[in-house]
């Protein structure tokens, strides 16, 4: 039995580039503005470059880096987009298991012609 895991790095912030590729390249945080008490859910590579991590308050994401966007949090908007990943992954198997927003897993069972044989492995998807 052959499982492939499909890991999608930042993918709140790349289903928002999808929407508005004007924030390509930009630092992306996403969670609300500077001036709500809540912590920062996700964020773009760019801001991770600036220091931003997910889960710290949005006010200190924004002294880490002043001319980051922000944009307020629309989890339904990143679920509908990762069912879309999900309906792509289940072209190649009927058994596609999701793990959060990033992380989806594969059985492969009977899919060696495609796949070929051998152990297990994951697949990293880079950044979107």
Not at 25 to 32: D, F, L
């Amino acid at each position: 039995m052959k499982v492939v895991g499909v890991y999608i790095e930042h993918f709140a912030a790349a289903a928002e580039i999808r929407e508005r590729p004007e924030l390509k390249s930009h630092p992306i945080v996403i969670g609300g503005f500077p001036s709500d008490r809540k912590p920062v859910f996700e964020c773009s590579v760019e801001a991770v470059e600036a220091g931003i991590v997910p889960g710290i308050p949005l006010r200190q994401a924004q002294q880490l880096c002043p001319d980051a966007i922000f944009i307020p949090l629309d989890e339904d908007k990143y679920i509908r987009a990762f069912d879309n990943v999900l309906d792509v992954l289940e072209q190649f198997s009927p058994a596609v298991d999701a793990d959060g927003l990033e992380w989806a897993r594969i059985l492969l069972w009977g899919r060696t012609a495609l796949w070929g044989g051998g152990r297990s492995r994951w697949v990293v998807v880079g950044r979107v």
